[in-house]
């Protein structure tokens, strides 16, 4: 199994920017299909974006579609999301997950599928 570690959570007012990063160890990277998930406050977790082994597949829900990038640097075993725009309705806690599976975009959003997840961190937008 793969540990999976995030960071760069942090606090930020409405219409800035923030970068998450997922780093891995155990395993590496490239056998996994990554997402990134967040839950708020009395709320379920839900899918925010999804990435291929390669990187050259990319999903998004439509909350964060062209705000939000994700992205993958294998060599270095991390993940990242690029979140500009961001909203109040974007505070969250923000997890890493990996999937050992090749890429599907009716997969990728549920949560069940996955082998491993982060910790999380904390993403708050002030208005």
């Known amino acids: 199994q793969v540990q999976l570690v995030e960071s760069g959570g942090g606090l930020v007012q409405a219409g800035g920017s923030l970068r998450l990063s997922c780093a891995a160890s155990?395993?590496?990277?490239?056998?996994?299909?990554m997402a990134w998930f967040r839950q708020a406050p009395g709320k379920a977790r839900e899918f925010v974006s999804a990435?291929?082994?390669?990187?050259?597949?990319?999903f998004y829900a439509d909350s964060v579609k062209g705000r939000f990038t994700i992205s993958r640097d294998n060599a270095k075993n991390t993940v990242y999301l690029q979140m500009n725009s961001l909203e109040p309705e974007d505070t969250a806690v923000y997890s890493c997950?990996?999937?050992?599976?090749?890429?599907?975009?009716?997969?990728?959003?549920?949560?069940?599928?996955?082998?491993?997840w982060g910790q999380g961190t904390q993403v708050t937008v002030s208005s």
């Open positions: 997950a990996a999937d050992y599976s090749t890429w599907d975009t009716r997969r990728v959003i549920t949560t069940a599928v996955y082998d491993s």
């Open positions: 155990g395993r590496t990277l490239v056998l996994y299909t």
């Open positions: 990435i291929s082994r390669s990187g050259g597949s990319t």
